[in-house]
């Protein structure tokens, strides 16, 4: 009984260590913090006004037109998610082995199809996002000349984020276009941010990372399901694939390129680092002509060249490993978290952009009517998307 207590306790120290600062935080300092539905805790500050004030200023004609650019991808984006949310339930729904395409994304929760998110990597990723998004807000309030009141830090349940407050009443005064591009300053900053990671991790970290490793196989860390291929032949999780059918294998890439070449029902050798297995293969949950081996989390192995196994070439390597892992979450997470706060919900920028525009387009009374019923619509399928895998498995 105490092992397993022990065990979760170490594997998940710094998550619950950074929880307890929080907790004791908000003990502290919670005559100044306001509490919203029992479970969103608003911290506010003064802590970066001069510098939105200073930059829009300096920048302004340049920062209002970024704010007029993010309006049109701001519509585009909440559009995208909203459809994306809609058939990801639908497939839910008609196709049994579907798997969710949404999922919380915390440190320690195995994401699927992306593994586990390491807590310094979400860490500094949610700072550096929670930082972008917010004070692009504020830095295109004030460039239309909107007081911004506060910044601040918010918890809402287990999620960490940041925010900022302009001066709600004068921007509801505001043109539409100009409400716009502050509520879609945020999400379009995300966007940009990601694709800054993704091209810092494709053109410069992963080639120099590359450069200096030899590739040696594929590994996995968990089964499809334990009926399937590799489980029953007895193949662990972690085992180094080195091969198929006589033919070695360096990459995850070159091994599938000979599988698919294969019909379920065939035979097939597989070779690893200890001996090879006889497996026969399985149609695919999702198209059952092809073949399937039953294995997720796939991810390429490598060994350090030799001429870089010095200590100080081998501390280069795994800090451009750190950087690679670091930047693949945060482009991950930025493009998320920049999507997620288009939909059309209350408390996201998405929602406030959708109000803007019904009310433009019905009229105050009718729009707001018409936009709970939006709102109530797509956090029932948010909620489905999460949790419907899970209520299926219950009854």
């Given at each position: ?17 950074f ?6 935080l ?21 802590w ?7 930059y ?31 058939k ?13 395409g ?16 390491p ?50 009443k ?24 990601a694709?800054v ?39 662990q ?5 080195t ?64 001429k ?24 991950l ?17 998405g ?45």
């Open positions: 009984m105490i092992e397993p207590v022990v065990s979760f306790l170490l594997k998940y120290k710094f998550i619950l260590l929880y307890l600062i929080i907790i004791i908000l003990l502290v300092k919670r005559k100044n913090i306001v509490v919203q539905a029992k479970i969103i805790f608003m911290y506010r500050m003064k970066g006004l001069r510098w939105m004030d200073k829009s200023q300096k920048f302004r004609e340049w920062v209002i037109l970024f704010g007029y650019v993010g309006v049109g991808a701001g519509f585009v984006g909440l559009v995208l998610i909203s459809y994306t949310l809609i990801n339930l639908y497939t839910l729904i008609t196709v049994p082995e579907a798997t969710t949404v999922s919380l994304v915390l440190p320690g929760i195995n994401v699927p199809g992306l593994g586990v998110l807590f310094w990597h979400w860490l500094l990723a949610i700072f550096v996002i929670a930082i972008v998004h917010e004070f692009s807000h504020g830095i295109v309030a004030r460039a239309h000349m909107f007081p911004v009141k506060n910044t601040g830090l918010v918890l809402f349940g287990p999620i960490i984020g940041a925010f900022v407050e302009p001066d709600e004068r921007l509801r005064k505001g043109k539409d276009i100009t409400q716009y591009s502050v509520l879609a300053a945020g999400a379009f900053s995300n966007i940009i941010l694709l990671a993704v091209l810092l991790l494709n053109f410069v970290f992963m080639p120099l990372q590359q450069n200096m490793v030899e590739p040696t196989g594929f590994t996995f860390d968990q089964y499809y399901d334990e009926t399937y291929p590799f489980a029953q032949a007895g193949i999780p972690g085992t180094l694939i091969g198929i059918d006589g033919t070695k294998t360096s990459q995850f890439q070159q091994f599938s390129e000979k599988l698919v070449c294969t019909q379920p029902g065939e035979t097939i050798s597989v070779m690893t680092s200890e001996k090879n297995y006889e497996i026969a293969l399985t149609a695919s949950p999702d198209n059952p002509q092809k073949s399937f081996l039953g294995i997720q989390q796939i991810r390429n192995e490598f060994e350090i060249k030799e870089y196994k010095s200590e100080g070439w081998t501390a280069v390597y795994y800090s451009l490993d750190w950087l690679t892992g670091f930047l693949r979450w945060l482009f997470l930025s493009l998320g978290i920049g999507l997620f706060n288009l939909l059309p919900l209350p408390i996201v920028d929602g406030r952009m959708a109000q803007v525009f019904l009310h433009k387009l019905k009229g105050a009374e009718k729009g707001e009517k018409y936009y709970h019923k939006i709102s109530l619509f797509f956090l029932l399928v948010l909620l489905l998307n999460l949790f419907y895998p899970w209520l299926v498995k219950l009854f």
